[in-house]
């Protein structure tokens, strides 16, 4: 995962490269059509190759067709523009999209090729804090440790891109939160690039070095997580930041409200 520099949060025109050195995932001009609406107008994005950016946006703003559209997911649709990206790609879902039928281990290495691809899969549940699980069918496991499970199976393939639409969704608060620091630690020592297509603008900012808003097929800003010391919520910074990504949103935050009151009380001043 890139490191996080020290100082204030900088914000880079739609689609800037991050760095200008390469990057894992390049794309330009991307469109995206669905019965005549396009969902996606001439979108430019590129991500660094351990980078984690988080993706968010109002419904319907084309986060989960540009996410589709990286895994390759989205064939049959009309669109056109260039995806450069790794060949080494996993997804994660919102639900776990596990095999009832199978028993956690064969979960996870599904499909992996290699005479070691067991003891891959067995060092990948340690990882996520499932080790003697291994047996267990997905029945029997919390809704927490099935997408546990299904973290294991994406990085047991070490991707070079991981893809996330929404995996901690339908999560409850308690397990949200242990979900983030394991993602954070997996993503530390796997390094992949990371997209993530959330709502919450908390978990973006928690999460990620970039947050990008989309905004009905465009990118409406791309702003680098500069945030010093830990990102906890009672911070000016972050509350200063998370204001800022609610305002392209749309959402009208007590704060910006009361900036805006003062600003009319000033401009009624004699």
């Known amino acids: 995962m890139a490191a996080h520099a020290r100082g204030l949060t900088a914000e880079r025109k739609p689609g800037e490269d ?3 050195d390469g990057a894992a995932v390049r794309i330009t001009g991307l469109v995206r059509s669905f019965e005549g609406r396009r969902v996606l107008d001439g979108l430019d994005l ?3 190759a351990d980078e984690f950016v988080a993706l968010i946006g109002r419904s319907g703003s084309g986060k989960s067709t540009l996410l589709r559209a990286l895994a390759g997911l989205d064939h049959e649709v009309e669109g056109t523009g260039r995806i450069d990206a ?3 790609v996993s997804v994660v879902f919102q639900d776990a999209r596990l095999l009832p039928w199978k028993r956690v281990l064969d979960n996870v290495v599904l499909g992996l090729a290699g005479a070691d691809a067991e003891e891959r899969g067995r060092a990948a549940l340690r990882e996520v804090g499932l080790e003697g699980r291994e047996r267990a069918w997905p029945v029997e496991l919390s809704g927490g440790e099935q997408q546990r499970v299904s973290l294991a199976r994406s990085l047991v393939r070490e991707p070079e891109l991981l893809l996330a639409d929404e995996p901690f969704g ?18 530390e020592r796997h390094r992949p690039a990371v997209l993530l297509v959330t709502h919450d603008v908390d978990e973006a900012i928690v999460l990620a070095d970039r947050v990008v808003v989309l905004d ?3 990118i409406a800003a791309d702003i680098t997580v500069d945030l010093a010391g830990p990102r906890r919520p009672g911070t000016p910074e972050y509350a200063a930041l998370r204001d800022r990504l609610l ?6 935050t007590p704060a910006r409200q009361e900036r805006a009151e003062s600003k009319a009380r000033s401009r009624e001043k004699p």
């Open 170 to 187: 339908a999560l409850d608060a308690l397990t949200r939160i242990r979900m983030h620091g394991l993602l954070r630690r997996l993503c």
């Open 46 to 48: 590129s991500i660094d």
């Open 247 to 252: 305002g392209h949103l749309g959402v009208e």
């Open 18 to 20: 991050p760095r200008g």
């Open 216 to 218: 009905r097929g465009h």
């Open 86 to 88: 790794p060949e080494q």
